[in-house]
Structure formats: C-alpha cells, structure tokens
C-alpha cells in the first residue's frame, strides 16, 4: 500500500514538473483597444486555462507588427484589416509583407467621434470630419457650432485607430500639422473630455458618456485581431484560442 502511494506521489511530481516545464511566457504587443476591450479583462483567465504567463505592452497597432517581424514579440494586437495595420507598421519604420501574417479575428468594434459634452454639435458628415482632421475646418462655427477654434486630438502616430480613421473616413488625406496625436485612444477620448473645442476618433469602449459626446455620422466597424508571423506556435496558439473564447463573452 506504502509501495504505491509512494507511487502514485512520484508520478504526481513528473506531471507537474512536465507542466511547469511546458508553460511559457507568451509577449503580446500592439494596439491599446484590443488591449483595453479584449485582453486586459480576460487575462486572468487565460492565464489560468491555458498555463501560460502573458508579457503584455500597448504600444499601438504599428510598433506590435514591428516587434512582430522583429521578432521581439509571440503576438501583435491589431484593431484592423491587415492593409491599413501594414501602413501603421510603416509609420512606425517598418515595412511588413502583410501575405505572411496570420490574422485571428477575436470581435467587431466601432470607431466613433466624440467631442465635449458643451459642444452643441451633433451630427458630422465623414466630408466634415476629414476636413476636420486635414485642417480644412479649422472652426467649429463652420459645422453649426460655436464660434471656436477646433482641437483635434488622435491616436498615436502609429496606432490603428488613427490608421483606420485615416484611409477610410479621410481618404488617405494626411492628418494636419495641428493635430494633437497622444499616446493612446484611451489618452484622446480623456483628452476631449476636458477640453469644450476637443475632438477625436476613438473606439466605442473608450466613451465615457459622462464626459464625452458621441457624433451622429456613418458607422465605422473594423476587427479587434491578433496575429502571427505565420503558424503561431503552442503557446501562442493555445493563447489565441483562449482568447477568441472568453471574446465571445465581452
């Protein structure tokens, strides 16, 4: 009886051995909304169901693909299409062949527009907010508002959410020289949250309804990713699955 719980003692000792020796650090960098939205609040448990310890930096869309083809890092965080997150990465020094990463689509976001509660403008055409953010518009009496002079704030220089706003609302047209780019989406919705003449395109789950109204113009859907150079390996793999489960769930 001894002989074999002495045993079965031995062999639980090999399998968490064996455990412990498959876990891994997996390192995620990129885009702040999917890091915000999806993998802050679903970290915990994926640590836990898939064994593995998550090394996480917001960093925008941009700068994660770099480190992705750098190979400083398991996992991008994307908030895009591929074709306009290739152009973040090419803002942030890089060219990438976007044909070799592999996309994981985890959830749908909106990118809306949202201005200071004060502001009496409520409607924008995506003409309107292109010349907005051109420069073109340059006061808000021009839109129906008061007469101010607009701040528009963005997304870091080499975020998704500026990337997306760009070719797809602006039409490729550059941001204008004024225009107030931060650290994140999350420091541009906090941003126009204090200032009555502020502006900028954020993802939805950024909106404070408290401080920040939204514009009433053409919705704006785009994928909340995660990518790969290729097959992600184990690790990565587990950890893209794990998250593309608790997603369904936000």
Known sequence: ???????????????????????????????STVLNVVIAPAKANVEKSTGHTLAIIGSGTGKGLVDL???????????????IAAEAAAVAGKQIDASKVKFFELKKDEIVFVVHPSNSVGKLTWEQIRDIHTGKIANWKDVG?????????????????????????MGGADYGTAVKAQTSVKRAAEMVSGDEAGITGVGKGFVDGAKNKVIDTKKLERPLALATLGEPKPAAKAVIEAFAKEAKGL
């Not at 890092?73 to 299409?81: G, H, L, R, T, Y």
């Not at 963005?154 to 797809?168: E, L």
């Open 1 to 31: 009886m001894n002989h074999l719980i002495t045993l079965a003692a031995v062999a639980l000792a090999a399998a968490t051995l064996a455990g412990n020796a498959a876990a891994e650090t997996v390192k995620m960098t990129g885009a």
């Open 69 to 83: 083809f750098e190979g400083t890092s398991d996992v991008a965080m994307v908030s895009e299409p591929m074709d």
């Open 145 to 169: 508002g008061k007469d101010q002079k607009i701040v528009v704030y963005s997304d870091s220089t080499t975020g998704g959410t500026r990337a997306m706003v760009k070719k797809v609302v």
